[in-house]
């Protein structure tokens, strides 16, 4: 788009003789404290150090099992109540973080990598490659996300890199979709066009002078993506296709708490809890990110 | 060739790829169903006897030539666990999801619509923020969740509805309920962002201008524009209700096609899993096959 936008016309008062300037004040528009921003940030770095130092956090091991404690109400001693081994949940909740936090984050890579490859190809090439190439993705998203990830899951081992492998790929159409938009606006810019007439190859093009072009975009699907990457990983850890190992699992916490619903409220509700506030707090970072990089969700 | 039958025949194509890219990335992944079925600790001899027996041991080319023959004649495989016919037994259970299916997604569209034009016409204030904030919240809890917290609070502490079980009324409430709201949750801030869009137009501003009165402007005009966007919407939501489902019944212990997968997965039955999937894949390109035709209908303009 060419729109050249008409500066209103502002007429410079001058100060009248006499009359003492007032002195320019550094920032003339007191900024407002972007909370949209601050507030989800934080929550992820809440997140982030959970994961990444979790004894800091936790009152108790993720291994402490004591044996007087089975099933106990929230209490002083176990704030959100105990398990029925007797494990402190709060502690299991923080430690718990690090897997949800390690499928969400890898399958986002993964699904980056191999969404990016694609979208790049195909919004360069155009043509055929890129018909074919977006056909590709519409058979690949014509079952259900959910769907797609469980038959995945179901016919391989349940470990942690094939939970983070198969929500990588059944995400990446969607980034394949965004790239191939991102660098279709932008293959025939002028500076693309020039560096072309140079004589620049096409991977000095698409890496050089592309790419960069594709990242606020990348950025704010990267942070919506952890979301739904991190409930998808939950749902399979839920139906029993998840990880197995002994690390503590926020899915699977959940899955075992929904057997003691009757007894054990506490159980099931806070690691819910907890996945919910984790998707609300990177969606709401992400959704901040994009008034601020999208140019298209500015007005709304 | 007419639009409808182009359409029907792009339809065809993608749900007959589906089916072909399944195939091939099902072979592709490492696991091997005889040794997941067999067990870790399995003979050599009885795994390769299973192999022969599923057809595991032939090559891709003429399995999958094998497996799209049995498709054209409505026949899906037998199931690895319990060798009945995994079409009969889909057949059986689609009702049950199909009941399910229905009621959720007029539960979302009620809710999602109402709540998402309350939430334009209130733009930014207090009704607005409350809204979105609920939504968004609803959006990002796993649904499976949130019917926990349904069956702990309407069930086990209210005691008014039961949790488990399908047949009567009563025990469609709480699933409906559960997968009602949380595609609402998506739904509803899509709609607002959509009439929104279309408040801003200027055409709105004329109607606004000669002096309609505000009801008028939204019912018959700013609506009609904002249908198309979202009945597009639709399609995308009914993927994620589909697939929702699946985990639902599970959780809400009803009969139906997500009980099938759940079973099948526990037995690692994959051509069961393939079949329910392939169902829930046709389901889901049919109603986007319909929205794609729905458009002319609604609006005329549309030159197809």
Known sequence: MNVQVQRPFVPVVE?????ARPRRLKRPVPRRIPFDVILPSLMVAVLLLWALVPSWFAPFAPTDMDQTAILQAPSARHL?????????VFSLIVYGARQSLLVAAGAVVISLLIGGIFGLIGGYAGGVVDLALMRLIDIWMSVPNVLLVIILATALRPNLHNVILTIGLVLSPHFARVLRAQVIAVRHRPFVEASRSIGASHLRLLFRHILP???????????????GAMLLGTLLSFIGLGVVNDRPDWGYLLSQGRSYLTVAWWFATFPGLAITLAVISTNLLGEALRRRLDPRAQLR | MGYVSKRIAGALFVVFGAVTLIFIVLYWLPGDPAQLIAGDDASPALVARLRAQLGSDQPLWTQYIHYIQGLATGDLGRSFATGESVFS??????PATLELAAFSLLVTVVLGVILGMVSAVHRNDWIDTTIQSVMLALASMPSFWLGILFI???SVWLRWLPAIGNGSVAQLMLPVATMGLASAGRLAPMVRNNLVEVLDEPFVATLRAKGLLERPVLYQHVLRSALIPTVTLLGVIVGELLGGLVVIETLFARQGLGRIIAEAIGNK?????????????????????FVDLSYRWIDPRIAL
């Open chain 2, 89 to 94: 037994r889909l057949a059986a259970q689609a």
């Open chain 2, 269 to 289: 039955d994959i051509p069961m899993v393939q079949g329910a999937v392939l169902f829930f894949a046709v389901v889901y390109v049919t109603i986007n096959l």
């Open chain 1, 213 to 227: 072009h594709t990242l606020p975009q990348v950025l704010v699907m990267v942070t919506l993506y952890v979301g």
């Open chain 1, 80 to 88: 959100l109540g105990a398990d029925h081994l007797g494990r402190d």
């Open chain 2, 152 to 154: 702990l609070i309407f």
């Open chain 1, 15 to 19: 100060a009248p003789e006499g009359v």
